[in-house]
């Protein structure tokens, strides 16, 4: 199963939005509602921020929102802040029973 | 709250094996599927297998990097799940994490809504 393809990175000014998308195949985005967003700065963890496609855990800011269309899944951040500068992951089920990742994009708050 | 605490990890020879333990509190562990995902040092996530909930027969899955090496199992009793690495690469080096599924008894599995803080598996001689 190969890599999820995203950007390597993406920037954007404090209060702009960005959004990073997530190319796959009809055997694993496509196919599936069961991608998920990650976020992990340095040094830490990753953290949940969307599940299912679009729904956020409890706690994740409404900034955060996610989206699919055919092969490809996006996340998109409005009004963004320092803070959300992290390294971000999609993942998705596949039709093999694995679960498959993006590469990860670097987020940028300039 | 949901805690997740990986252990077990170390320096290991290539060839060698290694076992790592994830203990969990705060929810129902049986209901849940348990998966582990790595990271090599300055690389992205890998998601490594995972081991379904009772409900679904404890069933696992896992990745063809590690496939016939490695081993997930469960003790519901003791809400654990385990990691069993055996014939160990340099390419295993990697931060292992345990993860939760965000809801129970799925069947497709995700993993990710929770996350311990990792354990570090350094193989090398």
């Known amino acids: 199963q190969s890599a999820l393809t995203q950007p390597p990175s993406v920037s954007g000014s404090p209060g702009q939005s960005v959004t990073i998308s997530c190319t796959g195949t009809s055997s694993d985005v496509g196919g599936y509602d069961r991608v998920s967003w990650y976020q992990q700065p340095p040094g830490t963890a990753p953290k949940l921020m969307i599940y299912e496609v679009f729904n956020r855990p409890s706690g994740v800011p409404f900034r955060f929102s996610g989206s699919k269309s055919g092969n490809t899944a996006s996340l998109t951040i409005s009004g963004l802040q320092a803070e959300d500068e992290a390294d971000y992951y999609c993942?998705?089920?596949?039709?093999?029973?694995?679960?498959?990742f993006g590469g990860g994009t670097k987020l940028t708050v300039l | 709250e949901v805690q997740l605490l990986e252990s077990g990890g170390g320096l290991v020879q290539p060839g060698r094996s290694l076992r790592l333990s994830c203990i969990t509190s705060?929810?129902?562990?049986?209901?849940?599927?348990m998966t582990w995902v790595r990271q090599a040092p300055g690389k992205g996530l890998e998601w490594v297998g995972f081991?379904?909930?009772?409900?679904?027969?404890?069933?696992?899955q896992y990745a063809a990097s590690v496939e016939g090496r490695f081993t997930i199992s469960r003790d519901d009793s003791k809400s654990i799940v385990y990691l069993q690495m055996n014939s160990l690469k340099s390419e295993d080096t990697a931060v292992y994490y345990c993860?939760?599924?965000?809801?129970?008894?799925?069947?497709?599995?995700?993993?990710?809504?929770?996350w311990g803080q990792g354990t570090l598996v350094t193989v090398s001689s």
């Open positions: 993942s998705s089920y596949t039709d093999s029973s694995t679960v498959v």
């Open positions: 993860t939760r599924d965000p809801g129970p008894n799925t069947i497709a599995v995700t993993g990710g809504a929770y």
């Open positions: 705060g929810f129902i562990f049986g209901d849940f599927a």
């Open positions: 081991a379904r909930s009772k409900t679904f027969g404890g069933t696992t």
